[in-house]
Every structure is written in C-alpha cells, then in structure tokens.
C-alpha cells in the first residue's frame, strides 16, 4: 500500500494560549503531540525558549520522540517598504537553523495582526515585499517558505478581496491556507483550497462553530474532509498542522491535542 504524502502535526499555538505555562516547555509539548499520535509540530518561535539559540538540542528532543519538525514560524510586523534590520537579522538566523539542522523543514511566515485595517493596500503592498524577499533568501538557502495569512479584526489579509491580492502578489513564497481563518473572514475554505491549489504549500487546520467561536476539532463547521480530498486529488504531499485554538485547548492543551489526534485518525486513514 502506498504511504500516504499528507501528514498530521500540531502548531504550538495551542499551548501558546497559555504562554508563561508552556514557553520552552518543547519536551513537555513534543510529547504530548507523540501521545496524541501526531507526527510532526510546528512550533513558533517565542514558544521555543532556549531551544531557539540550541538547534542540536531541539533537532535532539524530537527525533528521541520520533517527531518531525513540519515547520518553524516566523511572526514579524512587516510595517516598512523593507523588513526592519531587527526583522532582516532574525529571519537570516531561523533560515540558517533550518537549512543546517532541519533540512526540508518549512519557513512558515505570519504576520502579526495590526490594531486596524486603515492604510489597507500599503501596508499589504509593504508586507507582501518583505515576505517575497524572504522567500528568495530562503530559497537560496535551500528552504521553502509560505506565508499564513490571519484572521484577526486588524490583520490586512483577512477577506476575500484581501486573499485576492495576497495571491496575486506572493512571488517568492508558497500559500499556507488555514482553513478556520478563511472561514473566518467569511470565505468558503474549500472553494478556497480549491481555487488556490497551486500555490499551497503548508496546511493548518482549526476549527470554528455557525457563530464564529473557535471550537474543538470536529465541533464545528469547517468541512475537513472536502479539504482533505482537494489536496489528495491535486498530490499535496506537505503537511496538515492541527492548530486548536477552543476555550478546551486554552484550558488543557494536551486534552486538546490528543482528542484532535483521535479525530484524525478516524476520519484521514
């Protein structure tokens, strides 16, 4: 039988909700993501603690667990027609940590939401500079990266309209779709896989009830399984990132995260 391309993880913010908790706390978190029978996370950086300055000893904590490094996230404002040098400097150093210690691990990209949408088409002009120019200092190095567009009130790719100007515009860098916030912002999200299979390189999955509240994977009204069969008919072979962002994962995220695995392991065999 032949092994299936898309694998299941879970981004660290699921744990980051409860931040002075879990920063750093990668074995803790790695674990839980074992025992939930995942296979791989994608932690972002503030969650790592020391972890971040000792690439040997993280790339060590996941394979004694048998888990792979999907990605690592890099959250920056990208306000300015260029990154800032304090954005310039700490996007060098998580391409160089890939490249030299995770190789064919993804530079997953977000940008932090802002506190308003005003200034829209420049600050989506700036922001796409910034991450393309990323992209193409990461593929010299070897790595792929992808933007993840948010859903927050003051993010700048947030609706329709937005996601048709951060599709047109990511010269440099992959599309990595989450399909809580596409449906979020008021979009069909498989419409949207659909429409934008081309470009997906990295897939975060959360889940989100009629009225708008993020729920527990499964609870809601996000059609997983038609997503599902979109990237398997177009031989995505990249990762699918569970990211619970319920008031259950807030409370307990290793609740959370080993009923989500159990979700994906009834309905994506």
């Not at 860098?173 to 596409?182: L, N, Q, S, T, Y």
């Not at 708008?212 to 031989?235: A, H, P, R, T, V």
Request: glycine share 10%.
């Amino acid at each position: 039988m032949k092994k299936n391309p898309i694998r299941f993880g879970c981004q660290t913010y699921t744990w980051q909700m409860s931040f002075d908790k879990y920063r750093g706390k990668m074995e803790h978190i790695v674990a839980a993501v074992k025992a939930a029978g995942m296979a791989g996370v994608e932690p972002e950086l503030c969650m790592l603690g020391d972890f971040g300055s000792e690439p040997e000893r993280l790339r060590s904590c996941l394979e004694s667990h048998g888990i792979g490094l999907g990605a690592l996230c890099l959250v920056c404002d990208w306000h300015a027609e260029r990154e800032e040098p304090e954005e310039f400097d700490q996007a060098n150093t998580v391409i160089e940590m890939l490249s030299k210690y995770f190789p064919g691990s993804l530079l997953a990209l977000c940008q932090m939401p802002g506190a308003d949408r005003q200034n829209l088409a420049v600050r989506q002009r700036n922001a796409l500079a910034c991450v393309n120019a990323i992209g193409a200092r990461a593929a010299d190095s070897g790595v792929v990266a992808a933007f993840h567009p948010n859903s927050p009130a003051g993010s700048i790719f947030r609706v329709e309209d937005d996601y048709n100007v951060l599709l047109d515009g990511l010269e440099k860098v992959g599309f990595a779709p989450d399909a809580g916030h596409i449906a979020k912002g008021g979009m069909d999200p498989v419409k949207t896989f659909r429409d934008s299979i081309a470009l997906i390189r990295h897939v975060h999955f959360k889940d989100m009830d009629q009225s708008g509240k993020w729920i527990e994977m499964g609870q809601g009204c996000i059609d997983f399984q038609g997503i599902y069969k979109i990237l398997q008919d177009s031989n995505y072979e990249g990762w699918i990132m569970v990211e619970d962002e319920s008031e259950l994962a807030e409370r307990d995220p290793d609740l959370a995260t080993l009923l989500n695995g159990k979700y994906v392991a009834e309905h994506f065999n």
